[in-house]
Structures are given as C-alpha cells and as structure tokens.
C-alpha cells in the first residue's frame, strides 16, 4: 500500500510542476503562444496555409496512361482465361446434368434428373467463381475522371491523390475573398496589408512588454483586449514582466479572405523570432525564458473590420 501511496505523491508531483511550466510558458509574448479569439464563422476550423505553403496539385502522368481526351475505355475483367475455364467447365456440367435428366444419360448414382449432390456441386463452383472474379477486379482499384462530352480516362488510386483530386483549399478560393473586399474597397492593396500587419504586430509586443494596452487599443477587438488584459494583470500580481527583444518579423503573408455579416476578415500568417524571457520586477532575475536564444514561431493573426475603408483590428491568433 505504501508503495502505491508513493506512486501517486509522484505522479501528483509531476502535474503540479507541469501546470506551473504551462503557466510560465502562457506569459511568453503577447498571447502566450497560445491560439485565442474569435474567426467569425471559422472559429472552430483552423487557419489554411498560404498559397505558398499549400500542398502542389502538379503531377508527372506516367507513360502509360492515356491522355485526357481519350474516351474511356471500360477495363477488361481480370482473369478472363480462368474464368472461361471454370465457367466452361461448370456449362458443360450443368449441361450434361440438364442432358441425364432429360432421360439421354444414367445420372448419377442410376437415378434420373438433378440429384442433391449435383446442386450442391454446382452451387459450389459457382461460388468458387464469383469469389475469384470479384477479388481480381478489387484488388485494382481505378477511378473515372469524368471529361467533356461523357469523356475521361482511368487513374489509379495513387495517382488520384497526387493529382489534388481530394480537394485541398488553393489561391482561387483566396482571390475570390480578396476580390470581395476590393468591391467595397478598392483602393485595398495586399502588400499595403501586409505592412500594416507588421505594424500592428509591432506595436501591440510593445504595448504588451509595457503591460499598458492603452495605445493599441483601437487595434484590438473588445474579446482579444480583454483577454491580453487578463494576461497583464496577472504578470502584475506575480511581479513580473514579460521582456520582449530584438524583434524581427521575416515574412508576413495573406492565407484567407473572408466576409461575413457585414465584415472583412482576413488571416496572415506570420514568421517571426525574438529574445523572450520573464523577469521579476524587485530583482531583475530572469524566471522563464533566455536572454541569449532568441524564439522562432509561426503565427495566424486573423483581422476584421466593418464592410469598406475602414481600420484593422486585431480579432485572433492561431498557432500553426
């Protein structure tokens, strides 16, 4: 029993202190490299990479395959000689027993007609065939591209999923989102976006290191300053500050582009390092983080602003 009650002061040890680095962890830069916030509609799904992350749909066909505006040809059963052979063979049977029962033969066992055995005999090789033809076809799978005019050709399975023909999210669905807002803002420029986002990245780490909010507050929906708030007031009562240095953003670049409800709503996603560590306030010690290894981390920043001309706030962040 003592050794039970052991085990368990240790395992409740171990969560202790793991809570208390999930903690420590929480108060690294603005948002604590956790995801909070809200993406409208797509709150509950994650972010989609950009154009330039996103898997390639290009493809090298293989020389076998015939080109896409052959029509389709429809695929000759396999094992066509053995199931000739045995449905030649279980013909010929079913004939000659057709044949006895007519009174031409002795049958079997001197009776005339089809007797129990000859059925179960018979049954039998018919079943033995419909196995071995339905495992010949399954076991090569192939998937009709349906082409112009009733006109496709055959892939297989592997080359299915190389072609993208699973569906995965590209540019299109991102210019059609882009293109919505330019209606009722066209003088949005992407780039200008972009630097406007590194701006605001700038700003709020700043404000955040200050542990004051009050300058970047119109860059802030009321959900994401009340949670960064939170976050400060409790680094406040700890003593403590969340130092931020050397910051650097490397790219910064659209993933998505929404409207909704008489919103814009659009996501980036940002590469960024920086040298981030927590320090008591009476003493200067360094409590979490390092002075020296600077942090790589990649983040979705989602943005949202009333329909048209009008500024940017920050609405989510999303881990990658």
């Not at 059963?77 to 079913?94: D, E, H, I, K, T």
């Amino acid at each position: 029993m003592q050794r039970y009650l052991r085990l368990f002061a240790l395992l409740a040890a171990l969560s202790v202190v793991g809570m208390t680095v999930t903690a420590g962890d929480a108060d690294a830069r603005a948002g604590g490299g956790r995801s909070m916030g809200s993406r409208g509609s797509r709150s509950y799904s994650r972010p989609v990479a950009p154009p330039s992350q996103a898997p390639s749909r290009q493809y090298a066909p293989s020389p076998t395959q015939q080109p896409y505006q052959q029509p389709f040809q429809q695929p000759r059963p396999a094992g066509g000689f053995f199931r000739s052979m045995l449905g030649g063979m279980a013909g010929g049977f079913l004939g000659g027993m057709l044949f006895r029962s007519l009174g031409f033969g002795g049958g079997y066992g001197g009776g005339g007609g089809i007797g129990l055995f000859e059925i179960l005999l018979l049954a039998g090789i018919g079943y033995l065939i419909y196995r071995f033809v339905t495992r010949k076809r399954s076991s090569e799978p192939y998937y009709q591209d349906s082409g112009r005019n009733g006109q496709g050709n055959v892939i297989q399975m592997n080359e299915y999923q190389n072609q993208g023909y699973g569906g995965t999210q590209g540019p299109s669905e991102l210019e059609e989102g882009l293109s919505y807002i330019r209606q009722m803002d066209p003088g949005f420029d992407e780039q200008r976006f972009n630097d406007n986002v590194m701006d605001i990245f700038f700003k709020i780490q700043g404000a955040w290191m200050n542990r004051d909010l009050s300058s970047v507050n119109g860059l802030l929906t009321e959900e994401m300053r009340g949670i960064f708030q939170r976050d400060i007031d409790d680094l406040k009562s700890q003593g403590r500050v969340n130092r931020l240095e050397n910051i650097a953003v490397r790219t910064v670049e659209v993933s998505e582009a929404w409207q909704e409800e008489g919103k814009d709503f659009i996501t980036a996603l940002i590469y960024a390092n920086l040298l981030d560590y927590t320090t008591e306030d009476a003493t200067g010690a360094v409590v979490a983080g390092s002075k020296t290894d600077p942090v790589k981390f990649e983040e979705y920043w989602t943005f949202t602003r009333p329909v048209g001309n009008n500024p940017w706030r920050l609405a989510a962040i999303n881990q990658k």
